[in-house]
């Protein structure tokens, strides 16, 4: 079992940024392949992240490539999301998410791929 708590959201004005945090506990961080994820009111939660488990490999939603950073510190058992130029449709709740061992066929984008989520963080980023 392990434990995933997001930190770091807030308001921000359009084009301003933020870093969320996700800290675990509990089964060894370095072997999950984590995640970012979000969900806007009336809309479902969409893939905007994720990192394997070594920093190795990184990979974006399009919508937010260029502008969002995904990192990991597995000293730290924490994985860090950089959002810039933040834009008003970005505004959600953001989650973070670990996937125990992800295979080589690993479906990052995929919800029902990972195994622990945390509670989630709101980010509101006014125009």
């Known amino acids: 079992q392990v434990q995933l708590v997001e930190s770091g959201g807030g308001l921000v004005q359009s084009g301003g940024s933020l870093r969320l945090s996700c800290a675990a506990s509990?089964?060894?961080?370095?072997?999950?392949?984590m995640g970012w994820f979000r969900q806007a009111p009336g809309k479902e939660r969409e893939f905007v992240a994720a990192?394997?488990?070594?920093?190795?490999?990184?990979y974006y939603a399009d919508s937010v490539k260029g502008r969002f950073t995904i990192s990991r510190d597995n000293a730290k058992n924490t994985v860090y999301l950089q959002m810039n130029s933040l834009k008003p449709e970005d505004t959600a709740v953001y989650y973070c998410?670990?996937?125990?061992?992800?295979?080589?066929?690993?479906?990052?984008?995929?919800?029902?791929?990972?195994?622990?989520w945390g509670q989630g963080t709101q980010v509101t980023v006014s125009s």
């Open positions: 990192i394997s488990w070594n920093g190795g490999r990184t």
């Open positions: 998410a670990g996937d125990f061992w992800p295979s080589s066929t690993w479906h990052y984008t995929a919800v029902g791929s990972y195994d622990y």
């Open positions: 509990g089964r060894s961080f370095s072997s999950y392949g």
